[in-house]
C-alpha cells in the first residue's frame, strides 16, 4: 500500500476515546466512551450530548481494558467518521488493543472494519508500543495508569516482550471508589445532593448509572485539583500527632451542586490530599481498612509490586533489564497526579537499593495524554521500515482469519 496516504487512527481508552486522521499532531476528536440510551426506544446518544439525556442508562464499552460491549463499539467509530466528515471507505483504519486484547475480539473488530464500515485498509496496534514511539524509545518499560486498566509492558527493539506484560485494576476507577468514600463522610452520605453539578437537578427522571457518570466526573476534577503522591509511603490510619509532623498546606475543593450555605460546600483536605493516591501502592491494606463494601485479596499488586513483577516475569539477560530501568516510560491520565514519578524512584529505592532506574513522563501534558493516539499515527506512516501491519479487503476476503492471527499478534 501507499504508506504516504493517511489513516483514521481511533484509540478507544475505557473512560476517553481519541480519533483523528493521522497527519494531524494531536487527535481532533476526543470524547467520552460511554454511551448512553433510551430504555424505551433504545435510541443511542454518543459524546458530550450524554448530558442532555438524564433519563438515559450510561454504559461502557470496554471491560477490563478490552472491548466487550460488541453491539455498540461499531455506533462508537461511526460516530467518529461522522464527525470527522470522512467516509469510511475512503482512508485505511487504525485502531489500538492493549496487550492482552484477545484473538475473538482481534476477528471482531477486523469483522465490523472490513464487513460494516468497509474500511480498504485496516490495522491494530498495540497501545504500549505506540507510547514507546511517541516518546522515541524503542526500548523502555511502559507504565500506563489509566482509567480501568493499570499495565506494564516492557519493549525491547520495538518488539513487546510477552512474558513480561501485566496489568491489573488498579488505576483511576479504583481511586475514585476511595475519593468517593471520602467525600460521603464529608457530606454525611448526600453524595447526590452534593456531588452532582445543579444544572441536573431538575424534576427531570435521573437515572442511577447517570448519577453515576456525573458524579465520576466530579470525582476526576476533585483528583485533579486536589491529590499529590507522598514522597514516602503514609500509613491508612494516622494519629493526630503523625498528622501534625507532615508538612502541608491545606487544600480547598468547592463542590459543584451549590448549597444555600457555601460554606457547605467546600471540602478541606489536610494529609488526605497525600493520603488518598496511596490506594495505588497499597491497594489491599487501603481498601480492606477504609471500604466496607469491597474486599482486595491481601497478595493484590500495587503499582511498584506490580512493576517488579513484569521484571521477575521477564526471565532475559542482565543488560536488557538495566536497558528497561533506564527507559521506564509513565504515562496515562493517572499519571498526572503531581509527584508521581519521584515516588517511584524512591520506592525503587527502598525496595531494590542496588538498582538504578530512570524514569521519563512526558512533561507536554496534552502529549502525554494522546501518547498512543500519537505513537498509533507514527507506526502507521512508518510503512515499509516495519514489518506490514495492515491487512487490506482482498487479503482479508481471501485468508480472513489466519492472517490477522499472523499479522496482529
Ligand atoms: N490531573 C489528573 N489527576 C488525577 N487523575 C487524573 C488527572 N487527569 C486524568 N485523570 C484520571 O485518569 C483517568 C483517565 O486516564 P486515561 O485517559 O489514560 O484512561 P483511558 O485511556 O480512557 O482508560 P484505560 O487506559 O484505563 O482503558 C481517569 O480516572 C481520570 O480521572
Ligand atoms: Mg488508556
Not at 477504609?290 to 539477560?317: C, F, H, W, Y
Request: overall charge negative; hydrophobic content about 35%; charged content about 20%.
Amino acid at each position: 500500500m501507499d504508506y504516504h496516504i493517511p489513516s483514521v487512527v481511533i484509540d478507544n481508552g475505557s473512560m476517553t476515546t481519541r480519533a483523528g486522521v493521522s497527519t494531524d499532531e494531536n487527535p481532533s476528536l476526543v470524547f467520552p466512551t460511554h454511551y448512553s440510551k433510551n430504555v424505551n426506544t433504545d435510541e443511542i446518544v454518543i459524546g458530550r450530548d450524554i448530558n442532555n439525556y438524564p433519563e438515559n442508562e450510561v454504559y461502557t464499552l470496554l471491560n477490563d481494558g478490552i472491548f466487550y460491549n460488541w453491539d455498540h463499539v461499531l455506533d462508537n467509530w461511526k460516530y467518529v467518521y461522522s464527525n470527522l466528515k470522512i467516509e469510511s471507505r475512503e482512508l485505511p483504519l487504525v485502531i489500538t488493543e492493549n496487550s492482552w486484547n484477545t484473538k475473538k475480539n482481534r476477528n471482531k473488530s477486523c469483522q465490523l472494519a472490513f464487513e460494516e464500515l468497509e474500511v480498504p485498509v485496516f490495522s491494530i496496534v498495540k497501545a504500549p508500543l505506540c507510547t514507546s514511539y511517541s516518546v522515541g524509545r524503542s526500548t523502555s518499560l511502559i507504565i500506563d495508569i489509566g482509567s480501568s486498566v493499570t499495565s506494564v509492558t516492557p519493549i525491547f527493539n520495538g518488539n513487546i516482550l510477552a512474558k513480561g506484560t501485566v496489568h491489573s485494576k488498579f488505576a483511576g476507577d479504583f481511586l475514585n471508589l476511595h475519593v468517593l468514600e471520602f467525600l460521603k463522610k464529608k457530606t454525611n452520605n448526600n453524595i447526590d445532593d452534593f456531588l452532582i453539578p445543579k444544572a441536573f437537578n431538575s424534576d427531570k427522571k435521573m437515572s442511577n448509572s447517570f448519577k453515576m457518570y456525573q458524579i465520576n466526573k466530579t470525582l476526576a476534577d476533585f483528583k485533579l485539583s486536589c491529590l499529590s503522591f507522598s514522597k514516602l509511603p503514609l500509613d491508612p490510619i494516622i494519629t493526630p500527632e503523625q498528622s501534625n509532623q507532615i508538612q502541608m498546606t491545606p487544600r480547598h475543593y468547592l463542590l459543584p451542586n451549590e448549597q444555600e450555605n457555601i460554606q457547605d460546600d467546600i471540602v478541606e483536605l489536610q494529609y488526605e490530599q497525600y493520603q488518598l493516591p496511596e490506594v495505588l501502592l497499597k491497594p489491599a491494606l487501603y481498601t480492606n481498612n477504609n471500604l466496607q463494601d469491597i474486599k482486595v485479596p491481601r497478595d493484590s499488586m500495587g503499582l511498584v509490586e506490580l512493576v517488579l513483577s513484569s521484571l521477575q516475569k521477564l526471565e532475559t539477560a542482565g543488560d536488557i533489564y538495566q536497558q528497561l530501568l533506564n527507559n521506564i516510560v509513565i504515562t496515562g491520565g493517572t499519571s498526572f497526579i503531581p509527584d508521581l514519578e519521584h515516588r517511584v524512584i524512591n520506592e525503587f529505592q527502598r525496595t531494590l537499593p542496588s538498582l538504578s532506574i530512570q524514569t521519563y513522563s512526558n512533561p507536554n501534558l496534552l502529549e502525554r495524554n494522546f501518547s498512543s493516539w500519537i505513537g498509533a499515527t507514527i507506526l502507521s506512516s512508518m510503512g515499509s521500515t516495519l514489518d506490514n501491519i495492515f491487512i487490506n479487503k482482498e487479503e482479508y476476503e481471501e485468508l480472513g482469519e489466519d492472517l490477522i492471527a499472523e499479522r496482529f499478534k
